[in-house]
């Protein structure tokens, strides 16, 4: 399975931001998909996820600010980021979690907030 992931670049403060993920390959192997961000010189940590079911789960630092979304055909992963603040800067990952427990990782983007 690879990722292409698109979205992000600089945004103000207060502004919105979408990331996209497409996947290509053995896409059914794919449960959970979903995205991590890694800030400077800190953890990388899980930003939301979407099982195949549509079960979603947020980081209390984004709840009620961004959305998950994920689509079948083709099989994408959408993340809408409002109201953005600096500490949200980061490189954004594309995660997938296969049926079999194995974590795949895109190669990441870039979101910068300027205040």
């Known amino acids: 399975v690879q990722f292409v992931e698109s979205g992000g670049g600089l945004v103000q403060a207060g502004g919105s931001a979408r990331l996209s993920c497409a996947a290509n390959?053995?896409?059914?192997?794919?449960?959970?998909m979903g995205w991590y961000r890694q800030a400077p010189g800190k953890e990388r940590e899980m930003v939301a996820t979407i099982d195949r079911g549509l079960k979603t789960a947020y980081s209390d630092l984004i709840k009620g600010r961004f959305n998950i979304s994920r689509d079948d055909a083709p099989n994408t992963v959408n993340l809408q980021m409002n109201n953005l603040k600096p500490d949200d800067t980061a490189v954004y990952y594309c995660?997938?979690?296969?049926?079999?427990?194995?974590?795949?990782w895109g190669r990441g983007t870039q979101v910068t907030v300027s205040s």
């Open positions: 390959g053995d896409t059914f192997l794919l449960h959970t």
């Open positions: 995660y997938a979690r296969t049926y079999g427990l194995r974590d795949l």
